[in-house]
């Protein structure tokens, strides 16, 4: 069994150099080698998870060197459920954009370069998952930062290179503060390997530890996008498509919670910094929440969002009791399905109605009752109605701050509360706005050319705050495009055309997702009790270190 550890990263990498090799010439044999591969990591994501928890964690020393001088990969169970849910939700996000791709005939591109860089991101975020060692990690943080700068300016438009440009400076930032921690973790000890360093970490001086720490923190921090290391991610994010975007917001920023996760429960025991954790998780909530209620175009509501969901998660990582950590894990797990969901339905507005600016959207529960209810489910889940997972995550992290009964706990509980209202209020607001009101004067018909505003970012096509149609003021300012302001809705860049009837794949893909998310309610059961025992394992270390070390 130990054998399948490294095929969810080298089966992409194999896929990869024959989608380039050829993807050109047998466009479908690509698409078919994309998605054959990625249902095969789902599979063995699956096996690998049953197989950590049946058989307690898995691990592969390449090249069959020990530590430290080996590469080693290790699944535990944390690992196996973050391999499947990230690899069913890329699956869906591929198909998704097979159907996106079809239904604008956009072919140059998706062949040429969407699918190699696609296929590279998933084996770098599976590589980062397995990384049983600090260098490993970060050599699957720069695999999966690599394709995401391809993907996030896929199309060369102005504001993906804009954004593109945003994100690669945070990135390559956050890479040297990585390295300067290797460096500093390796002098220190004398090894980069997890096992190791969790022996030997403790006969450090506490000031050299408190720095390692905080140094790692941080760098996973900027990758989570927990405040005040996220504003980047509201004007990065929206600029991409629909299944980039999609796949970024539910996956990416999971990674450095992951990384969090791991280094805070194996590297660093004691909750040192509990307290920083909990005041970061706090701002993030009520932060990232304020500014959700603050906008009217809708990927950059869910951008807000994401920000302030994560403080959720980095709640549980700071009260660090098994409880609160198994909430974290439920949380992690749900928030990936579901924002992932919310992303790609925002595709399908925008291919319906022309734009994701709410202010000129309406009526589409009328209009299109299919998507309607692919947006209602996913927003009531986020929101945390009952019965539905992200209930259950929340219900989890606010019993383990009640359990704790300190102050700053008791604080964190009651801004959860109070973000998860907030967040019912920004879902109510989309619904109202572009599903439930009238169709406001001025929106895109169908067979409208959505235009491309990637010459003219500064131009008299912005709106601004006093032309906005079904105001009465629509006489005043500069006159929109017919469809609002779009920017490059296609995977290429190109203009689309609204229509109708949503494409079919794409219509699929989106509610796979859904029911991904509701799966995780039907099963809230077993799920619980396999996060529970993931926790309890993450705080007891010793099954880990055993299976690395062979002690």
């Known amino acids: 069994m130990n054998a399948l550890v490294p095929l969810p990263v080298l089966l992409p990498l194999c896929a990869t150099g024959l989608s380039l090799a050829f993807g050109t010439r047998l466009k479908r044999f690509q698409r078919f080698i994309s998605v054959a591969v990625l249902s095969a990591v789902t599979a063995l994501s699956v096996i690998l998870m049953i197989a950590a928890d049946t058989e307690g964690p898995l691990s592969v020393h390449l090249g069959d060197?020990?530590?430290?001088?080996?590469?080693?990969?290790v699944a535990d169970?944390?690992?196996?459920?973050?391999?499947?849910?990230?690899?069913?939700?890329?699956?869906?996000v591929l198909v998704y954009s097979l159907g996106q791709g079809m239904a604008d005939r956009d072919e140059e591109t998706p062949v040429a370069v969407f699918h190699p860089a696609y296929l590279i991101l998933v084996a770098g975020v599976s590589c980062t998952f397995l990384a049983g060692d600090l260098v490993n990690l970060y050599v699957g943080f720069e695999i999966m930062l690599v394709a995401s700068f391809v993907l996030l300016t896929l199309g060369g438009t102005g504001p993906r290179i804009r954004a593109g440009s945003t994100y690669v400076i945070i990135s390559l930032f956050s890479s040297m503060l990585f390295l300067t921690a290797i460096a500093m973790t390796y002098a220190a000890t004398g090894t980069a390997?997890?096992?190791?360093?969790?022996?030997r970490l403790g006969e450090l001086p506490l000031g050299v530890q408190t720095l390692i720490q905080a140094m790692l923190l941080t760098v996973f921090a900027i990758k989570a996008a927990?405040?005040?290391?996220?504003?980047?991610?509201?004007?990065?994010?929206?600029?991409?498509?629909?299944p980039v975007t999609a796949v970024f917001a539910g996956l990416l920023t999971k990674v450095g919670v992951y990384c969090m996760l791991r280094t805070e429960t194996l590297l660093f025991p004691g909750n040192r910094l509990g307290d920083l954790l909990m005041a970061a998780a706090l701002a993030s909530l009520v932060i990232g929440i304020l500014g959700a209620v603050a906008q009217t175009d809708l990927k950059r509501l869910l951008s807000f969002t994401l920000i302030s969901h994560i403080g959720y998660m980095v709640f549980g990582i700071g009260l660090a009791t098994r409880q609160a950590y198994g909430g974290a894990i439920v949380y992690v797990a749900h928030h990936i399905t579901v924002q992932t969901t919310l992303f790609l339905v925002a595709g399908l507005i925008e291919r319906r109605g022309g734009t994701t600016e709410l202010t000129r959207l309406g009526g589409l529960a009328k209009a299109a009752p299919v998507l309607a209810l692919l947006f209602f489910v996913p927003a009531m889940n986020l929101a945390g109605i009952p019965p539905l997972?992200?209930?259950?995550?929340?219900?989890?992290l606010m019993r383990a701050g009640v359990a704790d009964g300190g102050v700053l706990p008791w604080i964190l509980v009651i801004g959860s509360t109070v973000t998860s209202l907030l967040t019912l209020y920004v879902m109510a607001k989309v619904w109202n706005l572009a599903f439930w009101r009238a169709a406001p004067p001025g929106q895109a018909a169908d067979g409208t050319v959505l235009e491309s505003d990637d010459d003219n970012d500064d131009s008299d096509s912005d709106p601004g705050p006093d032309n906005i149609p079904g105001t009465g003021d629509e006489g005043i300012g500069p006159r929109p495009h017919p469809a609002g302001?779009?920017?490059?809705?296609?995977?290429?860049?190109?203009?689309?055309?609204t229509t109708t009837r949503l494409p079919r794949t794409m219509t699929a893909a989106t509610a796979a997702t859904v029911a991904l998310g509701l799966a995780f309610t039907v099963f809230a059961g077993p799920l619980t009790e396999y996060t529970d025992r993931s926790a309890a394992e993450l705080l007891k270390r010793t099954p880990y270190i055993e299976e690395v070390l062979g002690r």
């Open 65 to 73: 060197f020990a530590p430290p001088l080996g590469i080693t990969l």
């Open 77 to 92: 169970r944390l690992t196996g459920l973050m391999l499947t849910v990230s690899s069913s939700v890329t699956l869906c």
């Open 193 to 199: 390997n997890f096992a190791q360093l969790a022996l």
């Open 226 to 242: 927990v405040f005040p290391l996220a504003a980047w991610l509201p004007d990065s994010y929206p600029t991409a498509p629909a």
């Open 389 to 396: 997972s992200g209930f259950i995550g929340k219900l989890g």
């Open 485 to 497: 302001r779009v920017v490059a809705a296609t995977l290429h860049g190109r203009a689309v055309t």
